[in-house]
């Protein structure tokens, strides 16, 4: 098939227009005309949507409500509202891991060490080749991962999955060896080293890991941000910006900010969100201070999840507030009606809606 762009469709605000969609309505579009059909599948338009929809974070918090048996996939969409989003494709009970440009990486439940990787929107799914033959047993107890990480790159259309924890051989806590899993999906093979490392995380260290410059990184509890190069598989620190107040009671959360590393310092009274502008050089720097007086009562409890530099979205124990950045308002987007067995920062992750393809 020729690219649209080379003449099939010579219209680019079409183009404009049906990249500004959501992926539902995009495909109910292939019933209006073969070059139509043909789109989702062409490259130059494939680009252009998804260059469009990174530019629109939002977030999916999976709830789970007390009074329900099973839990429900939320999707909260800065233009759109609340939507509900399901992953019963995937024929089994999973459990996301990470989220990367509009892919999610996720976890069998009843089945340990299995792993997919799945675009919602679209519906696909890919099985991962389990990245150990070995099966876990008392002898060799090492069960899910520390750290799950998924990089996608949109331009190249490929990503990474990476499982990286400490080894624990029988009758020890850990020897300290930290070994690393990373999976390619052009040649759907996994790699494996190791090193050394000693660093804490807590659940929403391990939940916010970002992926830009080609790299993932993952804030620790001991002052500096761990970063995997996937290019070289070499492991590495970033220090935190010099002014921020970490150790001092604030709380520090990573998320991404227009394809750049960004803290979100959170105090008793203010919020602060610190922007890498060089990454070589590791030089930070404060893009905006947010007063926190309109929602004092819910600080303690609240946590940033995806970013734009125009809006913030942040989860509390029930609810998913965004902060509109230009004119300074605070609005709730999202709230559990009934009771919920965990907060919903728990299990929310920063999505885009992306038809970018995992096979």
Not at 29 to 41: A, D
Request: proline letters at 3%.
């Amino acid at each position: 098939m020729n690219s649209v762009k080379d003449g099939f469709f010579p219209d680019e605000v079409i183009f404009q227009i049906l990249a500004r969609l959501p992926v539902k309505s995009l495909f109910r579009t292939k019933t209006v005309c073969k070059l139509w059909y043909r789109l989702s599948s062409d490259k130059y338009f494939i680009q252009l949507y998804n260059e469009v929809s990174v530019k629109n974070p939002m977030v999916l918090v999976e709830v789970s409500e007390v009074s329900e048996s099973k839990s429900s996939l939320i999707c909260v969409d800065n233009l759109r509202g609340v939507s509900e989003i399901s992953l019963d494709f995937l024929n089994d009970r999973v459990k996301i891991r990470a989220s990367c440009n509009g892919l999610l990486c996720c976890s069998s439940i009843p089945d340990k060490g299995v792993y997919c990787v799945c675009n919602p929107m679209t519906r696909e799914f890919r099985l991962l080749p389990k990245s150990r033959e070995r099966p876990v047993t008392r002898f060799y107890p090492d069960g899910e991962a520390s750290l799950v990480g998924l990089a996608c790159n949109l331009w190249t259309q490929k990503f990474n999955v990476v499982l990286a924890g400490y080894h624990r051989s029988f009758g020890h806590r850990s020897d300290g060896t930290f070994i690393c899993f990373v999976f390619d999906s052009e040649s759907n093979k996994w790699r494996k080293f190791m090193s050394f490392q000693d660093y804490h995380f807590t659940h929403m260290n391990r939940n916010q890991v970002v992926f830009v410059n080609g790299s993932l990184h993952w804030l620790t509890g001991s002052s500096c941000i761990l970063v995997l190069d996937l290019d070289c598989d070499i492991w590495r620190k970033m220090s935190l910006p010099d002014k921020s107040g970490y150790g001092s009671g604030n709380r520090i959360y990573m998320l991404e900010l227009d394809s750049c590393l960004s803290l979100i310092e959170i105090s008793d009274s203010w919020m602060n969100i610190w922007v890498l502008k060089d990454y070589v050089r590791e030089e930070w720097d404060l893009a905006d201070r947010v007063s926190l007086r309109c929602i004092r009562g819910l600080v303690p409890g609240i946590f940033p999840i995806s970013q734009t530099s125009e809006y913030v979205f942040l989860a509390t124990h029930k609810q998913v507030l965004v902060y509109q950045r230009k004119n300074r308002v605070w609005k709730e987007m999202y709230s559990v009606k009934n009771g919920c067995t965990l907060p919903l920062w728990f299990s929310a992750h920063a999505f885009r809606s992306t038809i970018l393809s995992c096979h």
